[in-house]
């Protein structure tokens, strides 16, 4: 590689870097307004283009309308995109929140495990009574 092919590599670079600098701000003050309660965060978290609108909503406790209602409005601020999934189109986050300081709260898998099977407790015979054993 030249140096001139090296130069015109570094400075679309460099305008890279100071663009998304300076749109920082801009960026956070949206998101800020655009997730302002805790179920958005969650969703607009979640929201990485792995998960349908139902899921999600399971995991942020909301109705998958609910879920559609956010990522129009998100869509319409730029702040994601949509993506092609198998069954129509996906909403996907442009950003992550924690890169802009800003926390989701944690989510409670909503997995279903078998519960052991417990053993009746046994009762003793009175006197007088007649005591099954083995059943």
């Given at each position: 590689?030249?140096?001139?092919d ?7 670079r460099e ?5 998304k ?5 801009g960026?956070?003050?949206?998101l800020?307004s655009a997730v302002?309660i805790d ?5 607009y ?8 609108g139902?899921?999600i909503?399971q995991?942020?406790k ?9 990522w ?7 702040l ?5 999934v198998?069954?129509?189109?996906r909403f996907?986050?442009d950003?992550?929140l924690?890169d ?5 709260p ?6 279903t495990?078998?519960q052991?099977?417990?053993?009746p407790?046994v ?13």
């Open positions: 590689m030249s140096e001139q090296t130069e015109q590599v570094k400075i679309p305008i890279l870097k100071w663009t600098f300076s749109g920082m701000k960026v956070k003050e949206v800020d302002n179920q958005k965060k969650i969703v978290q979640l929201s990485d283009g792995s998960k349908g139902e899921e909503g995991l942020a909301c109705s998958d309308k609910t879920v559609r209602n956010y129009k409005a998100w869509l319409k601020q730029s994601g995109h949509t993506v092609s198998r069954g129509g189109d996907k986050r950003f992550d924690e802009f300081g800003i926390e989701a944690p989510v409670q898998q909503t997995t495990t078998p052991p099977t417990a053993t407790p009762e003793k015979a009175d006197a007088g009574q007649t005591e099954l054993v083995g059943s």
